[in-house]
């Protein structure tokens, strides 16, 4: 359900929300879960009484046995209520859907943890310390990155209480509290072109599942990008488009050449009108959706399971930075609005080729630091202590 916000800043969605009208024309609006009670929502939509009442309600808080009893609401400098304030603001409805689901699902995790038998969202938040910080990350430290995600969302938490705009906090705990290494550096696994040769040989030329393939290393987007790539965006030879990630924050433009082996692919398969790989109804795949249909495509052709889409923009990253791709480009293409990305790549890539290098200068070196004469005295030797086959 989407409701407009009293302030005026714009409307939120909610989840599992929705209206009965009683017989007297009165609108009703219930939180109804599946395996949980129904809950009534008795203040005004689109006011952050209302956004308590909800976030109480997808925190598992069930509403008060006595009917006359107003809503509880969390009380005022808790942790709770920090998380309340911050899931109203501004800020946080400029994320993005996905990004805003994530955050507050941690959020209100680390509320519903304990802390010396109590609630951690019943406590002060005045009184968190980054060694508090630092134990609510290591309860996750088997998941380094599920740990480094409760630092990061803690750290955000505290960042927007600290805005002179808001002012709720005078410092922020989670700030100097480092992440933890990853189990997996690499994150995602690239594909190889010995993987692309398989998935080719598999899915011919003409098939929705080599054109997805061809889109996937032709363009680097992300799969957000991906599923909403069609003929409408087609421009003077480009796909000119605009980033679903972050737009409501900074908006980027994309004007990508269509190179000559996506057009071919393109102008083989057959495509929808607005998207060029549409669902059997002819809408948009949805995201997961997508990578559920790609995933079965790889099957067929007998890839290794753990690679995925992702995996095909690695791989388009890394042969950009082998061909010469500076930092900028690379930002550019792949949508990165830091260098820290970009970084990866060519660091890995220069890595090597210095390491090809500083072997041959090695090789060079050693070679030239034997005196001649020594190495034609260590070749009589060899000659005459070493048994050969025509003595």
Request: net charge positive; aromatic share 10%.
């Amino acid at each position: 359900m989407k409701i407009r916000l009293r302030d005026g800043s714009g409307s939120r969605g909610y989840r599992y929300l929705w209206e009965d009208t009683d017989r007297h024309g009165n609108v009703r609006i219930y939180f109804a879960r599946k395996g949980r009670p129904k809950i009534r929502l008795r203040a005004r939509p689109g006011t952050p009484e209302f956004e308590t009442e909800y976030q109480r309600a997808f925190a598992g808080w069930t509403a008060p046995a006595d009917k006359t009893e107003k809503f509880a609401v969390a009380a005022p400098g808790t942790m709770q209520w920090l998380c309340q304030r911050y899931y109203a603001s501004a800020v946080f409805a400029a994320l993005g859907d996905s990004t805003r689901k994530v955050r507050r699902g941690i959020l209100e995790s680390i509320c519903q943890d304990r802390f010396g038998g109590r609630f951690i969202g019943t406590l002060p938040h005045a009184t968190m310390e980054p060694h508090n910080v630092a134990e609510l990350r290591d309860a996750k430290a088997a998941f380094p990155e599920a740990a480094n995600a409760r630092l990061k969302a803690l750290r955000q938490l505290f960042k927007w209480a600290m805005s002179p705009a808001y002012g709720h906090a005078k410092r922020n705990p989670a700030m100097n509290v480092p992440y933890l290494a990853s189990k997996n550096p690499d994150g995602f696994k690239a594909w190889t072109l010995a993987d692309i040769a398989k998935y080719e040989a598999r899915h011919p030329l003409g098939s929705k599942a080599r054109l997805a393939l061809d889109l996937f290393i032709y363009t680097g987007v992300r799969r957000s990008d991906f599923v909403r790539l069609g003929p409408q965006m087609e421009r003077d030879g480009h796909l000119v488009f605009t980033e679903v990630k972050g737009r409501e924050r900074l908006v980027k433009t994309h004007a990508l050449p269509i190179l000559p082996p996506l057009r071919r692919s393109i102008d083989a398969t057959p495509t929808g009108h607005l998207v060029y790989l549409p669902t059997q109804f002819g809408k948009p795949h949805s995201v997961k959706a997508f990578g559920n249909w790609f995933k079965r495509r790889c099957r067929e052709a007998g890839i290794d399971a753990d690679l995925s889409a992702h995996g095909l923009r690695k791989l388009a990253a890394t042969i950009c930075a082998e061909r010469g791709a500076t930092e900028a480009q690379l930002m550019a293409l792949f949508g990165w609005t830091t260098a820290k990305q970009a970084a990866l790549y060519t660091k890995k890539i220069n890595r090597a080729k210095l390491e090809k290098e500083a072997a041959m200068l090695l090789q060079t070196g050693m070679g030239a630091s034997i005196p001649a004469e020594s190495n034609h005295r260590a070749a009589n030797e060899i000659r005459t202590d070493t048994p050969t086959f025509s003595q």
